[in-house]
């Protein structure tokens, strides 16, 4: 529950709030880009939802904030059925079979997970928290055969889900320390076909293990890599070098030879989906690539990097990722000895 009492500077005066417990993964601003932004530290409520749609949006991203740092101050029947009736959109249908689970966890710094119902086995695409709403959707579906982990950052929860619906994780060898039991691991970067409407393709870069799931040539689940400024066939972007963690080049050559796989929809961990005709989707990579190729990787040397590697050690200490934060911390520290 949000704290009234810890209000994050930077909101405007109205019912709704983010306090001071936001580690800014910018998910509320994706589901609810009208009233959300980032002001300093946090995300805030840049202005109060004027509409049914704007009200929708802001109470869909209070359910799936991972901290639970959006509140409201109203109170009574009415605010309290508004807050059941937007935890009933959740899973959130996208189209045809595919779903956007909400309930982000802070594990996987608040990133979008995805839900596929398939006859031969219903597949989840990287972990939300462990919910009880959400076990009990899934039990109603028929269960989970499959989970894919785009890679290392985004595996949450996946082991409890795992053991739950006795689920086969699916994780590129590169990455496997995340999730070191799980059941089917590949390696390389040819593509790799659990089933005919399934390709699972290898994109090092964002980490080296780093891949992305297409389903029925029209579902592209491309993890920590691509984000869209609109919901609109406006474009898809490459989110910036400094949150490639391994490696621009190689992220680079992998968005390339995607070049050769269509989509409609590009599903990310972070930022906004992308929608768009065949030829639409195809134009938005190509200048996506082209924008990335002009792009260098991030000078490695540099305070503003060193900040940034300090401030992704203490979120993972926070989530318990004890072993990403001395990764982050090691990487600042390394930073600075070589610029002092
Ligand atoms: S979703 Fe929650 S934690 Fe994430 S930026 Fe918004 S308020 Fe902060
Ligand atoms: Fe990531």
Request: one cysteine or more; proline letters at 4%.
């Given at each position: 529950m949000a704290n009234p009492n810890k209000i994050a500077p930077g909101n405007v005066d109205g019912d709704f709030f983010v306090d001071t417990s936001c580690i800014s993964c910018g998910n509320c601003r994706d589901l609810a880009p009208s009233n959300f932004a980032k002001s300093g530290k946090y995300y805030v409520i840049k202005k109060q939802p004027e509409n049914a749609l704007e009200l929708d949006e802001v109470l869909?991203?209070?359910?799936?904030?991972?901290?639970?740092?959006?509140?409201?101050?109203?109170?009574?029947?009415?605010?309290?059925?508004?807050?059941?009736?937007?935890?009933?959109?959740?899973?959130?249908?996208?189209?045809?079979?595919?779903?956007?689970?909400?309930?982000?966890?802070?594990?996987?710094?608040?990133?979008?997970?995805?839900?596929?119902?398939?006859?031969?086995?219903?597949?989840?695409?990287?972990?939300?928290?462990?919910?009880?709403?959400?076990?009990?959707?899934?039990?109603?579906?028929?269960g989970l055969a499959y989970i894919f982990l785009t890679h290392r950052d985004d595996v949450a929860e996946a082991q409890a889900y795992a053991r739950h619906f006795k689920a086969s994780r699916i994780i590129h060898k590169a990455d496997l320390e995340a999730q070191k039991e799980a059941e089917i691991v590949f390696d390389g970067i040819e593509t790799f076909n659990p089933h005919a409407q399934f390709t699972i393709i290898p994109t090092p870069g964002h980490t080296m293990g780093h891949s992305m799931l297409l389903y029925r040539q029209k579902f592209l689940f491309s993890g920590d890599v691509f984000t869209s400024r609109t919901y609109s066939n406006e474009d898809i972007e490459a989110w910036p070098p400094y949150y490639c963690w391994c490696d621009w080049d190689e992220q680079t050559r992998s968005i390339e030879r995607l070049l050769s796989y269509p989509f409609e929809f590009m599903l990310p961990s972070h930022g906004r989906r992308f929608k768009g005709t065949l030829p639409e989707t195809k134009r938005a990579l190509e200048q996506c690539l082209k924008r990335c190729r002009e792009e260098?990787?991030?000078?490695?040397?540099?305070?503003?990097?060193?900040?940034?590697?300090?401030?992704?050690?203490?979120?993972?200490?926070?989530?318990?990722?004890?072993?990403?934060?001395?990764?982050?911390?090691?990487?600042?520290?390394?930073?600075?000895?070589?610029?002092?």
């Open positions: 869909s991203a209070l359910i799936c904030c991972p901290l639970g740092s959006i509140g409201t101050k109203a109170t009574g029947a009415g605010a309290k059925q508004s807050i059941s009736q937007a935890l009933m959109r959740f899973p959130e249908h996208i189209e045809d079979d595919v779903f956007y689970l909400g309930f982000n966890s802070a594990d996987s710094f608040g990133g979008k997970s995805y839900f596929i119902k398939h006859q031969d086995g219903n597949w989840m695409v990287d972990s939300p928290k462990f919910s009880s709403r959400l076990v009990k959707y899934i039990e109603s579906q028929g260098k990787n991030p000078d490695p040397l540099s305070f503003e990097r060193a900040d940034f590697f300090d401030e992704i050690a203490l979120w993972a200490k926070q989530t318990g990722q004890l072993e990403y934060a001395k990764y982050a911390a090691d990487k600042a520290s390394s930073i600075r000895l070589k610029l002092n």
